[in-house]
């Protein structure tokens, strides 16, 4: 995983992708306790905004360096990669608050926990559910921040709903 | 709930605290060995042809 998400730094530094963020369950897990994952989910802005928008750049940057195409994803250094570009709101604000990490071999820009728990409520599926449930247990994030977003983006009604079937005794 | 079942449930939830506290590049390592097993566990699974009947 950290070569993968070296590679992916890599592409930004040299012009391929614009700003990025890491977001799915690769991201949570640097907030929550890992959990088995098969795929990278990288959020990628495109700016400006292309006329028509596609990803062909990034594969052939890709089939460059040896890393092949695979369904929808490319495999980098063994994790199949899926770039998505960032066009919803609030993925483009997750994209633009992302915080870097930074060690000695590696950096990499991951959504913060808000925006991950924002996406996760947005997108409501069962594995978001339960995903959202844990960062809630966890106690990882900043309730106001939260609380800012769901406003912005209109899922406080979608919140509550959660907290009624997931949280309230 | 009884004591031994609480007993469990702490130490679980502790197990999970130490996880969520590991440093991220430990836990970008977990991530490959967790997709590892998954995929091992995945591949011994008998197929659908091969189960029991």
Request: glycine content about 4%; some cysteine.
């Amino acid at each position: 995983m950290k070569e993968t998400l070296a590679i992916v730094e890599q592409l930004h530094a040299t012009g391929v992708i614009g700003p990025y963020a890491v977001g799915g369950a690769v991201a949570a897990a640097f907030y929550l306790e890992p959990v088995a994952t098969l795929d990278v989910d990288v959020f990628v802005l495109f700016e400006p905004a292309p006329l028509i928008l596609t990803l062909t750049p990034i594969y052939e940057a890709c089939a460059k360096l040896g890393y092949p195409a695979e369904g929808e994803a490319i495999l980098v250094e063994g994790w199949p990669v899926q770039f998505l570009p960032a066009s919803q709101p609030l993925v483009i604000e997750a994209v633009r608050a992302a915080v870097t990490r930074e060690a000695a071999d590696l950096t990499t820009r991951v959504m913060t926990a808000e925006h991950l728990m924002a996406i996760a409520l947005q997108t409501g599926r069962p594995k978001d559910h339960a995903r959202l449930t844990m960062f809630v247990e966890s106690g990882i994030a900043d309730p106001d921040r939260l609380r800012d977003i769901l406003i912005r983006h209109s899922l406080l009604e979608a919140w509550t709903k959660f907290e009624n079937r997931f949280l309230l005794p | 709930v009884n004591s031994d079942l609480q007993k469990i449930i702490q130490s679980k939830e502790a197990g999970r605290r130490r996880l969520r506290e590991l440093p991220w590049l430990e836990k970008l390592e977990m991530l490959d060995k967790l997709r590892d097993r998954h995929l091992f566990l995945r591949q011994m699974r008998p197929k659908p042809d091969q189960a029991p009947h």
